[in-house]
């Protein structure tokens, strides 16, 4: 499997659910993980925690689901794309649930030709506009703009995948 690189952004995360998140985040990456958790001023007594990782191609997409049980959770995974392989986005909030997107080398939303055409072939007018903001995860993004801009500067840690 190729390697590649990312984040897992953990926005808003209750106390008493802190130890599950590393639990899993461990389990999936198969090292023992200590998160550095800061309060979260967008959400007063949730934690926030931001762990840079490296593993196989893949690992945003299992670590999204392994903490996809906890609906308490606000919650971001990217991977870098690799060879033969394209970059993705998670986002997932208690209120939305998850959403997935395919990204480029910087990150930007890749919109399949495919759904572009459907989208074209069934809407116009207004309608477009909010069809391209579904596509584009545009109510995940307004969502968790506050719980992302509360956290820069926060300190991040590596974690290495064993395989």
Do not use: I
Not at 5 to 34: D, I, T
Not at 42 to 47: F, H, M, N, T
């Amino acid at each position: 499997m190729p390697r590649t690189s990312g984040v897992l952004h953990v926005h808003s995360c209750p106390p008493a659910v802190v130890p599950h998140v590393e639990w899993s985040v461990a389990a999936e990456l198969g090292v023992r993980v200590s998160l550095t958790w800061t309060a979260q001023p967008a959400d007063p007594g949730a934690l926030r925690a931001e762990v840079s990782w490296r593993g196989e191609a893949g690992t945003a997409g299992r670590l999204a689901a392994a903490l996809r049980g906890w609906k308490v959770l606000r919650y971001e995974v990217t991977e870098q794309p690799s060879a033969g392989t394209d970059g993705e986005r998670w986002s997932v909030t208690p209120t939305l649930g998850a959403w997935r997107s395919t990204t480029s080398a910087n990150g930007d939303v890749l919109v399949g030709e495919d759904r572009l055409r459907a989208l074209l072939a069934t809407t116009a007018g207004p309608q477009l506009a909010h069809g391209l903001d579904q596509l584009l995860g545009a109510a995940w993004d307004d969502e968790l703009e506050p719980f992302r801009a509360a956290g820069e500067g926060t300190p991040v840690s590596w974690l290495h995948q064993v395989v």
